[in-house]
């Protein structure tokens, strides 16, 4: 009898012992509770904050119109929810802020073709923003946008620190939309060559290879070289 009771207690620890990793892989899965509405009233609010950091979110704010403002607070609200469903929130939350990046600095690329190629390249795309000063309100809500995320992942999986990913696909993405906004000018005037292609094929691989590996970058790594702040100009 002492030994079956033995095996038993022996059983049970196991057993519990199995819980406890796959809950606590679960937990560094899933990371930390974090209700996206009360990120964004401390953001709308900035109450906490002084200095710099009081004035940078100001700024960012003071960027986007009410209208917008309200439209990003919608579209982070949808985020959250979707996260919901998502087996590694992280990674989903990575490559929203990849994707983000490539809008952003696509949209400055295109804000620095030629007047005359701007208005062709908009009356071919009814996608494309079809002003200037549209296309800037974007930007402005995106960089919004993009900051409470990366807030968001800080708090939710401490998947912020300079140097990190994030700074490293910042400078991948902005030479490859550089590349798309050579390859764009080139393809309106009608002198894109076949090594334009082959150039354009070989940056789309290599930015999708960048994507790939970056996910799987552990939060927190640091990257020496890339701690450098924000791209502000895509000609930088």
């Not at 802020?97 to 009356?123: G, T």
């Not at 401490?158 to 991948?172: E, H, L, P, S, T």
């Not at 005037?189 to 150039?199: L, N, P, Y």
Request: neutral net charge; hydrophobic residues 45%.
């Amino acid at each position: 009898m002492p030994l079956v009771i033995a095996l038993v207690i022996v059983l049970c620890a196991a057993l519990l012992g199995v819980q406890w990793l796959r809950m606590n892989r679960r937990r560094r899965v899933q990371g930390r509770q974090i209700a996206m509405e009360s990120l964004w009233q401390a953001w709308v609010g900035a109450d906490s904050l002084s200095g710099s950091a009081r004035d940078e979110r100001e700024t960012l704010l003071a960027q986007v119109d009410a209208e917008n403002r309200e439209s990003v607070h919608r579209s982070l609200l949808d985020f959250e929810l979707g996260l919901q469903s998502e087996t590694s929130p992280m990674i989903a939350l990575r490559k929203e802020l990849m994707d983000s990046m490539d809008r952003r600095l696509l949209n400055l690329e295109i804000l620095q073709l030629p007047d005359e190629v701007r208005q062709r390249l908009r009356a071919q795309s009814s996608e494309m923003m079809q002003s200037d000063a549209l296309a800037h309100a974007y930007i402005a809500a995106n960089d919004l946008r993009m900051a409470i995320l990366r807030e968001y992942a800080a708090q939710r999986f401490n998947d912020c620190i300079a140097g990190d990913w994030f700074d490293v696909y910042r400078k991948a993405s902005r030479l490859k939309q550089r590349s798309a906004r050579n390859f764009i000018q080139r393809t309106l005037a009608g002198s894109q060559s076949s090594v334009d292609d082959a150039r354009y094929q070989t940056m789309s691989l290599v930015d999708h290879e960048i994507r790939a590996r970056l996910l799987k970058v552990p939060a927190g790594a640091r990257f020496p070289g890339f701690d450098a702040g924000p791209d502000t100009d895509p000609a930088g």
